[in-house]
């Protein structure tokens, strides 16, 4: 069976950081290209960032560059997204998922793993 | 970027009834158009990719259409799992890839 879990999520103050952690089983992992998209409370849907299947190309919303940094260990099937200058805007959950490279969709997604930057 | 609009925000429907959503994008996305859809407390789920073909295990109740800059998610007859909001997205031109901004549709 497919899965895709997220963990590493909390409350966090502003300008703290978190390590959020996405474990896939169930398919071959280095076919995919790998992302988060997240999701502020009663919004709608923000992709965040990726990172191509052989990890030589990562891409990020500009809100996030120069303060998230995204990276994936083929060895245990986990892709990460390092969060640092965290500010209550990026309070959301924040969604692991999957897509074959460039045109293609998001085809499976996890549960999600909620951030919340607040004093 | 490619910005993506959907209309209405909410749509208001009886089951049994059809339901017909719309995605605009500002430009050109050919058919690299997919629809998810997402209800309360769960993750997004694809429904539609490649602007009309389904994905695997959904209902055929579900179809879309449209190509370039219009595109349509049409529900045949509504369920009750089917009141949910739904998102399409962009994937022809990225970085960044985009989402509209989505339809609520509710039981009338």
């Known amino acids: 069976e497919l899965q895709l879990v997220e963990s590493g999520g909390g409350l966090v103050q502003p300008g703290g950081s978190l390590r959020l952690s996405c474990a896939a089983s169930g398919f071959t992992f280095t076919t995919y290209t790998m992302a988060w998209v997240r999701q502020a409370p009663g919004k709608g849907l923000e992709w965040v960032s990726s990172i191509s299947k052989d990890a030589t190309i990562t891409e990020y919303t500009d809100s996030v560059k120069g303060r998230f940094t995204i990276s994936r260990d083929d060895s245990k099937n986990t892709v990460f997204l390092q969060m640092s200058g965290l500010r209550a805007e990026d309070t959301a959950i924040y969604y692991c998922?999957?897509?074959?490279?460039?045109?293609?969709?998001?085809?499976?997604w996890g549960q999600g793993t909620l951030v919340a930057v607040s004093s | 970027e490619i910005v993506m609009t959907q209309s209405p925000a909410t749509l208001s429907v009886s089951p049994g009834e059809r339901a017909t959503l719309s995605c605009r994008a500002s430009?050109?996305?050919?058919?690299?158009l997919a629809w998810y859809q997402q209800r309360p407390g769960q993750a997004p789920r694809l429904l539609i990719y490649?602007?009309?073909t389904r994905a695997t295990g959904i209902a055929a109740r579900f179809s879309g259409s449209g190509s370039g800059t219009e595109f349509t998610l049409t529900i045949s007859s509504l369920q009750s799992e089917d009141f949910a909001i739904y998102y399409c997205q962009q994937y022809n031109n990225w970085p960044p890839l985009t989402f509209g901004g989505g339809t609520k549709v509710e039981i009338k």
């Open positions: 490649g602007a009309s």
């Open positions: 998922t999957k897509k074959l490279p460039r045109t293609s969709p998001f085809d499976n």
């Open positions: 430009q050109t996305v050919g058919s690299n």
